[in-house]
């Protein structure tokens, strides 16, 4: 093993290197008796698989009329899960409840009406939202309950990327 050239290095780091690169020459350094391991990649959105006969169910209807169903967790909100399966659901503040892009639009009232009431900030909003309905929430803002099993929403044709600084 050749140290980098001098060339390459300064040489205050090179007198503070040398005696590594001796070392290393030399095998004088202990070897690292350590297993090199490595973890899966974490995809986005932070969703907990549901443990078996505890899933609940929520199906999305993409802009194109396809739709997509999936066994979720208690507690798992429609953006995360809309995200973790690669759904085309931009959630631009990160589900910090300070854009619309992660608009959906519950089908069925019945469902709707099993959902707590939006807060202020998720009503402000909507406001800004592409093709508001009546039964319009924020994906970040509806987290699944055992209430909201067999959840449908639909993606709105397209989306509108305005915060409310934008009107300051």
């Not at 140290?3 to 205050?12: D, F, G, N, W």
């Not at 070897?31 to 899966?40: D, V």
């Not at 399966?85 to 990160?94: I, V």
Request: hydrophobic letters at 35%; proline letters at 5%.
């Amino acid at each position: 093993m050749n140290a980098p050239p001098k060339s390459l290095i300064s040489t205050s780091a090179s007198a503070q290197c040398a005696p590594i690169f001796k070392a290393l020459q030399s095998r004088q350094l202990p070897l690292s008796r350590r297993a090199f391991s490595t973890t899966s990649q974490q995809r986005h959105g932070h969703v907990t698989p549901p443990k078996a006969g505890e899933e609940l169910w929520v199906t999305f209807i993409d802009k194109d009329g396809e739709e997509h169903k999936f066994a979720v967790s208690a507690g798992d909100n429609l953006l995360d899960i809309a995200q973790a399966n690669d759904l085309e659901m931009e959630g631009a503040c990160g589900g910090s409840c300070a854009c619309s892009t992660c608009h959906v639009i519950v089908e069925g009232e019945d469902h709707y009406d099993k959902m707590p009431e939006p807060e202020d900030d998720e009503n402000d909003m909507l406001d800004l939202a592409f093709g508001l309905t009546e039964t319009s929430r924020l994906g970040c803002q509806v987290k699944m309950t055992k209430e909201l099993d067999g959840l449908v929403v639909r993606l709105p044709s397209m989306t509108r990327n305005l915060q409310a600084s934008d009107f300051q």
